[in-house]
């Protein structure tokens, strides 16, 4: 932990883009650790954390999913680019939580209630890894995707729904942040620049590196 980082500033939620808002500092360290240990608990199985192959290119952050697996670029129930196993469901609670974060952040209970995220992709950056802009479009439902963030706080890009450019907003996600872009921005750009290594607070679970979990609605059947 830095002695007077970034995180010792108060942060308040703020609308990055129509649609898109972050909420710092949502998560308290107990849902925190929570989060973590609920990792470790996915990655022992039956599908271990694996690197998504792009263009022949593994990405460099490890991956565990729930509910669907998500492969480039599609879904399905099986992990059919691992080991071909069946993944875990999503729990109620992470269900339950979705629902906390949407109302959070936009303050509509009824879009809230109405939340029901099928699919969680859970994604471990180590100190060097990082994302590409992309978009989230491989799901059928167009529903906000809820995007919470533990231990090392990283450089968060968030552009434009019309390419991968300019103009976009670097913002920093740190431990316990919640981001959730829907509306307008629900097809905007985004990626992960840099990871900023030794900035996990004490007690959020992780020592080193940083843990993000999307929560989706597919909008697939079966
Ligand atoms: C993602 O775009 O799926 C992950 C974003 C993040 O790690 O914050
Ligand atoms: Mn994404």
Same mark, same amino acid.
């Given at each position: 932990?830095?002695? $007077? ?6 942060? !308040? ?14 998560? *308290? ?8 240990? /609920? $990792? ?24 565990? +999913? ?18 071909? !196993? ?5 729990? *109620? ?6 629902? /906390? ?47 919470? /963030?533990?231990?090392?706080? +990283?450089?968060?890009? $968030? ?25 307008? /921005? ?17 007690? +959020? ?18």
């Amino acid at each position: 932990m830095t002695l $007077f980082g970034e995180e010792a500033l108060p942060r !308040e939620p703020y609308e990055v883009a129509p649609g898109a808002v972050h909420v710092p500092g949502w998560l *308290d360290d107990e849902q925190q650790r929570w989060l973590v240990d /609920s $990792f470790h608990g996915w990655a022992a199985g039956p599908v271990p954390p694996h690197s998504p192959v792009v263009r022949g290119h593994p990405m460099s952050v490890r991956t565990v +999913c729930l509910g669907w697996h998500w492969r480039p670029y599609a879904y399905s129930r099986d992990a059919v680019d691992v080991n071909g !196993e069946r993944v875990l469901a999503v729990p *109620d609670w992470m269900v339950r939580m979705g629902r /906390s974060a949407l109302l959070a952040a936009y303050g509509d209970a009824g879009a809230a209630q109405d939340y029901t995220p099928d699919t969680a992709l859970a994604n471990f950056y180590d100190d060097t890894a990082r994302m590409g802009m992309h978009q989230d479009r491989d799901e059928s439902s167009r529903a906000p995707v809820v995007s919470l /963030s533990v231990g090392d706080a +990283c450089t968060f890009r $968030f552009g434009n729904t019309e390419h991968r450019n300019r103009p976009w907003t670097d913002l920093r996600l740190a431990s316990g942040d919640l981001f959730v872009f829907g509306g307008a /921005s629900r097809l905007a750009y985004h990626g992960v620049t840099r990871i900023h290594p030794g900035t996990a607070p004490d007690g +959020c679970g992780l020592d080193r590196g940083r843990l993000n979990l999307t929560l989706r609605v597919t909008g697939l059947e079966g």
